[in-house]
């Protein structure tokens, strides 16, 4: 699988649970892509290149480090908890049994 950015990446890492790679690059952005599928499912801009980024132990954070000075830290909530607030807000619109399949909750 490939996973592309527009500049050069300078890191790439997997989360704890080798489920995820997030990647730093000069293209000023840092990816986070599914290891099965090379699907980007992700990303956190910068002014500047990106020069890392990694998992926090736990797997609830991003932290990313940029040429402008700045280090970012983002939090990763989990599918389950975005679809749980989705669903509380659109009570008639649940899941399809494929949709439930295809996210492994069947």
Same mark, same amino acid.
């Given at each position: /699988?490939?996973? /592309? &950015?527009?500049? @050069?990446?300078?890191?790439?890492? !997997?989360?704890?649970?080798? /489920?995820?790679?997030? =990647?730093?690059?000069?293209?000023?952005?840092?990816? #986070? @892509?599914? =290891?099965?599928?090379?699907?980007?499912?992700?990303?956190?801009? &910068? *002014?500047?290149?990106?020069?890392?980024?990694? !998992?926090?132990?736990?797997? /609830?954070? %991003?932290?990313?480090?940029?040429?402008?000075?700045?280090?970012? %830290? =983002?939090? +990763? #909530?989990? +599918?389950?908890?975005? +679809? *749980?607030?989705?669903?509380?807000? !659109?009570?008639? @619109?649940?899941?399809?049994?494929?949709?439930?399949?295809?996210?492994? !909750?069947?």
């Amino acid at each position: /699988k490939t996973m /592309k &950015h527009n500049y @050069w990446v300078n890191s790439a890492s !997997f989360s704890n649970d080798g /489920k995820y790679i997030i =990647t730093a690059s000069d293209d000023n952005t840092a990816k #986070i @892509w599914n =290891t099965k599928t090379g699907e980007q499912m992700g990303e956190m801009k &910068h *002014d500047s290149d990106v020069n890392s980024a990694a !998992f926090s132990p736990d797997g /609830k954070y %991003i932290v990313t480090a940029s040429d402008d000075g700045t280090a970012k %830290i =983002t939090e +990763l #909530i989990p +599918l389950q908890e975005l +679809l *749980d607030k989705y669903n509380k807000l !659109f009570k008639d @619109w649940p899941l399809t049994e494929e949709e439930l399949r295809e996210y492994n !909750f069947k």
